[in-house]
């Protein structure tokens, strides 16, 4: 697979074709069990971002400035599908976004598109795709099945102008959701990270009215909501990478997952701001949930909690399968529960 080279800035100019190598398909989860996870299963497929967001974990985690795609889809769908093929009970989300934005190189790679059409083939998997960007001219003639789920990172204009440089417009953003979801895609809305700034609450108010007179609730698979959040050691370097930017000069605490985030009673406020606006548009048969937060949190927020990872797994598998019948058959949460213990035992194992 061939790429002409991307007018990207700085050391991200080089996109890359590399090979699969290793496990590529892992599982998205905090080994913290005070913090929910939705337990997405994440697919390595894109390595590192042409974006520069101010507080972007990878900025901390990747040392190799150049930007990277897995060229043999083959090789990636052949791990999806032995995986998946092993619980066939089981419905599995996948992303791609674990290391990048599985949209922004798509005019230079076409890597999405033909992710798509494989799972389009798939039973119990459901592919989704999250972007900052507005490129998905190669979707909107696919056959997808509804497989696919493409997703945006949502926020406040002023947000995207301060923290999200390179990035969509919000306007080119929700121009790019009409498109996809009258391709017939379902839509995944993220807003997350929520940022702290005079003016907040009507920018936030603003942002939700102009998605949902884009894009039918019914056509929404999914909606998360989270709050900025970044290891200690991302501080200095944002500082140091991003000197103009506001967002260290915030209160801040250090949770039991060691990620600062802002203290809780700002977050419980900002959190059921957002979620009083949501529920001017949406139903209940909606699947708002928070990415990354404690069960007293969500208790605050919502009036109750998952009891597990894999009871919040089990709610989008049922949330999906009763709004759109996706998946081999109706899920059981027993199924669910039963992966949970798998996995606990696994983190445990790990830690030690």
Known sequence: MNFRRANFKDGKRELHSIPKRGQAMNTCATLNEKYLCCRVHVLKSVHNCPFECTYCFLQNYLTDGATKIVEDIHTLMSEVRERISQEPERLFRVGTWELGDSLALEQESGQAAQLVQEFSKLGNAVLELKTKSDCVASLLHLKHNEKTVVSWSLNTEQVIAAEEHGTASLTERLESIGKVSRAGYLIGLHFDPMIFYKGWEGDYESLVRQVFETVSPERVA????????????????????????????????????????????????????????????ISIENLVYLCMERWDVWDRIFGYHPDSAGHLDYLFAKSLYERYGIGNRKPEIKIYNNIRTQNNKLQKTNIK
């Open 222 to 281: 999914w909606i998360s909501v989270g709050s900025l959040r970044f290891n200690p050691e991302m501080r200095k370097k944002i500082e140091n990478n991003y000197p103009d930017s506001r967002l260290t000069c915030a209160e801040m605490v250090q949770g039991d997952d060691a990620k600062m985030r802002y203290v809780k009673p700002l977050r419980v406020s900002m959190y059921k701001h957002l979620y009083h606006e949501l529920k001017k548009y």
